[in-house]
């Protein structure tokens, strides 16, 4: 296995980690805790964005599955100067702020902060802007083949900016309140 794909494997089993663990430590010593994350933000929103979480999951596992099994580092372009690298990048840039999502909105919930509160929303926009940026890289990633892969990936990468930009950098920062 090339290095570079070694290293986005190992990016994602650590951060997925983080993640998932953060997760699971979050609402195991906050019980009841769930319904806290969710704020301000109205059932009906809720309910779309709870459906946005399965379908940003599903995206994330076909894009990996492109870049880790269809893309060849040593001749994977973005342009003339950014190569395979750039995406290792994106996915820790990604995968970080969200292993601290959860911990730091218990925090402001925790003490009332509002200084905290915007500290979640900048993690939030973190991940939006990484999760943009992996959606460019994909539309612009030489080579394209297969042509299948390709589109699965960018379909999947649609799907997780949307909850990541959308539902979530947006609209559950526009409702969350502490």
């Known amino acids: 296995m090339h290095a570079k794909k070694w290293w986005m494997l190992v990016i994602n089993i650590l951060g997925g980690a983080a993640v998932l663990g953060s ?11 769930g319904d806290a994350l969710w704020g301000g933000v109205p059932e009906g929103v809720r309910l779309f964005s709870t459906a946005g979480m399965f379908l940003a999951a599903a995206g994330y596992f076909a894009f990996t599955y492109f870049l880790l099994f269809r893309l060849d580092p040593r001749t994977t372009r973005l342009s ?22 959860m911990p730091l909105t218990f925090l402001a919930l925790e003490r009332s902060s509002q200084a905290l509160l915007w500290a979640v929303r900048l993690d939030l ?10 959606l460019i890289a994909l539309l612009i990633v030489q080579p394209r083949q297969p042509a299948w892969a390709i589109r699965l990936a960018i379909a999947g990468s649609v799907g997780f900016c949307l909850q990541t930009v959308l539902l979530d950098s947006i609209i559950w920062s526009a409702f969350f309140r502490l």
């Open 23 to 33: 997760y699971a430590v979050g609402l195991q010593t906050h019980p009841g805790g």
């Open 80 to 101: 003339d100067r950014i190569g395979f690298g750039i995406f290792n990048t994106l996915y820790a840039a990604i995968l970080i702020p969200s292993a601290l999502w």
């Open 125 to 134: 926009v973190l991940v939006a802007l990484a999760s943009l940026g992996l």
